[in-house]
Each structure stands twice: as C-alpha cells, then as structure tokens.
C-alpha cells in the first residue's frame, strides 16, 4: 500500500488551480475530468513529488454527489488515497483491521478506469483505494 493523492472538496475549480499554483507552486497535470459515478468534476495537481503523489481536487456537479454535504459544510482536506496491487487483498485486509466498505469496486474516471473503492477505517479517516500496479 503506498499513498497516491490526498483528495481536497472545492467549490470552484478554476480558483483551487490558481490558489494552488500561485501559494504551492502546484501543476495541473491534465484538464479537468468528470466522473459520473461520483457527480464530480477532477483536476490532478503535481505537488513537486513527480507524479507519485498528487493532490486531487474535486467539486460536485450535482447535489446528489457523494461530496455536496461535505462541500456545504466547508469543503477542504477530504481523503487519503492509496495505490495497491489488489484491490480484493487489500479490502479484506482493511476490513480484518476494523474498516467499514463503503460500496462497491467502480473504475475511477480520473484514474484510468482503474479499479477503485471507499473505506472509513477505525480512526475515523476516509480512505480510496485505487488498483494500480506497482512500480519495482
């Protein structure tokens, strides 16, 4: 398990890339994307870490998306993202250590279609996994 992107809510994507350029010196490292599964729109932001690990900025397009609540409450730092080979170990895994799934296994449309799931762990934290095939 390594970590991939820490996931922040906004409300406008335009003002987080700017925000984050001109205070972080952060790059975006494509256009924005919207996934439909989670009604949001995504933008990915190199950190001066590579790619190994990004910020993923994220806004609802709809009301009903999984982060509008999170969004009207303030938004900000939302989750810990964390690339693993198997995404089935590493949920059973995670669930003998007292995490709670929070749905099914759905490709990420801002991460290659690549296989992704949610967790609340036991101390309160959101986690995603995200299958990915580790670099040696």
């Not at 890339?17 to 009604?39: C, N, S, W």
């Not at 900025?57 to 730092?77: C, N, Q, R, W, Y």
Request: aromatic share 6%.
């Amino acid at each position: 398990m390594k970590l991939h992107h820490i996931g922040k809510v906004v409300g406008d994507l335009d003002e987080a890339v700017k925000y984050h350029r001109e205070t972080f010196g952060f790059k975006p490292l494509g256009d924005a994307v919207i996934d439909p599964i989670q009604k949001v729109e995504v933008i990915l932001m190199e950190m001066g870490c590579g790619d190994e690990i990004t910020l993923e900025l994220i806004k609802p397009v709809s009301d009903d998306s999984p982060v509008a609540k999170f969004l009207k409450k303030g938004g900000g730092l939302h989750h810990l993202s964390f690339a693993v080979e198997n995404i089935a170990e590493a949920i059973e895994d995670l669930k003998k250590k007292g995490a709670l799934i929070l749905g099914e296994t759905v490709p990420s449309k801002a991460h290659d279609e690549n296989p992704s799931t949610w967790l609340y762990t036991r101390s309160r934290e959101l986690i995603e996994l995200i299958e990915k095939e580790q670099e040696k």
